[in-house]
T-cell receptor, first 110, second 116 residues
Framework: GENVEQHPSTLSVQEGDSAVIKCTYS??????FPWYKQELGKRPQLIID?????GEKKDQRIAVTLNKTAKHFSLHITETQPEDSAVYFC?????????FGKGTMLLVSP | GAVVSQHPSRVICKSGTSVKIECRSL??????MFWYRQFPKQSLMLMAT?????????EQGVEKDKFLINHASLTLSTLTVTSAHPEDSSFYIC????????????FGPGTRLTVT
């Protein structure tokens, strides 16, 4: 089955800095890669996703890149704000179940 | 994005009793719903995949007789934790996926189960 590795497990940045979270996956058949943000005690919220026919996608301060050859994808957050502080999960799937990474706790200090 | 509700948000029950959790897709028809379990400071662990009108598919290590899943309609799936024990205490989250070719999964707000 699919295996998703996510790094780093924690990331501390100053407000205004950029943050990058990286994930690798094992199943070359995976073609859908979403990123979720989860605040403490709340549901995961889909913040951006990318499909395997695209190399990069951007939505305001958030961008995701995908390298299918290397089987890795990354989340980039620019101009971070304290409200970006949360746990971020990457995931990978074909058209079936999502396999999640272990999560990255992002702390943005004012 | 699509809205998924989950009820109850919190439940405390005594050991040996059963608890039912409901997951509803409010503004779309979910042909597939998923049930996850999340321990503190950990990732989401898929328990089972539920397709409307058919039996759920359970992940390895998940007892199907203990975690009963029913997906009777395109907008409702239920998870019943039978004969609950303290080790079943956890955060249970459902998600729902729209009809193909949609890939996106939308999560419910979760249910905090505490078994005393």
């Amino acid at each position: 089955g699919e295996n998703v590795e996510q790094h780093p497990s924690t990331l501390s940045v100053q407000e205004g800095d950029s943050a990058v979270i990286k994930c690798t996956y094992s199943d070359s058949a995976s073609n859908y890669f979403p990123w979720y943000k989860q605040e403490l005690g709340k549901r995961p919220q889909l913040i951006i996703d990318i499909r395997s026919n695209v190399g990069e996608k951007k939505d305001q301060r958030i961008a995701v890149t995908l390298n299918k050859t290397a089987k890795h994808f990354s989340l980039h957050i620019t101009e971070t704000q304290p409200e970006d502080s949360a746990v971020y999960f990457c995931a990978a799937s074909g058209y079936s179940t999502l396999t999640f990474g272990k999560g990255t706790m992002l702390l943005v200090s004012p | 994005g699509a809205v998924v509700s989950q009820h109850p948000s919190r439940v405390i029950c005594k050991s040996g009793t059963s608890v039912k959790i409901e997951c509803r897709s409010l503004d779309f028809q979910a042909t597939t719903m998923f049930w996850y379990r999340q321990f503190p400071k950990q990732s989401l662990m898929l328990m089972a995949t539920s397709n409307e009108g058919s039996k759920a598919t359970y992940e390895q290590g998940v007892e199907k007789d203990k975690f009963l899943i029913n997906h009777a309609s395109l907008t409702l799936s239920t998870l019943t934790v039978t004969s609950a024990h303290p080790e079943d205490s956890s955060f249970y989250i459902c998600s729902a996926r729209n009809r193909p070719p949609s890939y996106e999964q939308y999560f419910g707000p979760g249910t905090r189960l505490t078994v005393t």
